[in-house]
């Protein structure tokens, strides 16, 4: 079957320091990626995609790169902000599916 | 419009009542989905339409919840005498046909079954 694996959290980070969260996948065919954040009491909302191998998605400072060869999406930021503490989603879609991993909780210290 | 509007956004209801819950996508786009995501299960598929029909309900996860979409549009999800493990926060997506489209989702329906 098709699933989402995510590095677990709780992620506690300093302001302005680099942040990385793995996320490898296993599908059938050959999936879209997406990363969706989800801040304090508000709704999923999608943060950047990715639709074929080596394509870099990018959105808000953050990165991902689709790696067939590692079956990998892993996100990125150079440097957090307080404002990023959130629930971060990898998700991929097959056909009309999405699949979710399970989230990584990042909270940003000032 | 321009989101998905679910309503209401709080509820609270008695175990063994019917509740409704309720979804109004984007307008054009011809796929809806049903999402639950409760603490420690993550995100959990439910169901998913294309126009009016469901072909993949497989989500359900019991014979108490059903869910119906009409004129394309607006879908509705009905759980039968509620239960404490229902409460859960109840999530409806749309989304354009291709893969290559991200779902854009509601804020949600919290369900709470006191």
């Known amino acids: 079957g098709n699933s989402v694996t995510q590095m677990e959290g709780p992620v506690t980070l300093s302001e302005e320091a680099f942040l990385t969260i793995n996320c490898t996948y296993t599908a059938t065919g050959y999936p879209s990626l997406f990363w969706y954040v989800q801040y304090p009491g508000e709704g999923l909302q999608l943060l950047l995609k990715a639709t074929k191998a080596d394509d870099k998605g990018s959105n808000k400072g953050f990165e991902a790169t689709y790696r067939k060869e590692t079956t990998s999406f892993h996100l990125e930021k150079g440097s957090v902000q307080v404002s990023d503490s959130a629930v971060y989603f990898c998700a991929l879609r097959l056909d009309y599916k999405l699949s979710f991993g399970a989230g990584t909780t990042v909270t940003v210290r000032a | 419009g321009a989101g998905v509007s679910q309503s209401p956004s709080n509820k609270v209801t008695e175990k063994g009542k019917d509740v409704e819950l309720r979804c109004d996508p984007i307008?054009?786009?011809?796929?809806l989905y049903w999402y639950r995501q409760s603490l420690g299960q993550g995100l959990e598929f439910l169901i998913y339409?294309?126009?009016?029909?469901?072909?993949?309900k497989s989500g359900l996860p019991s014979d108490r919840f059903s869910a119906e979409r009409t004129g394309g549009s607006v879908s509705t999800l009905t759980i039968q005498r509620t239960q404490q493990e229902d409460s859960a926060v109840y999530l409806c997506?749309?989304?354009?046909?291709?893969?290559?489209?991200?779902?854009?989702f509601g804020s949600g329906t919290r369900l709470t079954v006191v």
């Open positions: 997506a749309s989304s354009w046909g291709g893969q290559a489209y991200g779902y854009t």
């Open positions: 307008s054009g786009h011809t796929a």
């Open positions: 339409f294309q126009g009016n029909s469901a072909p993949d």
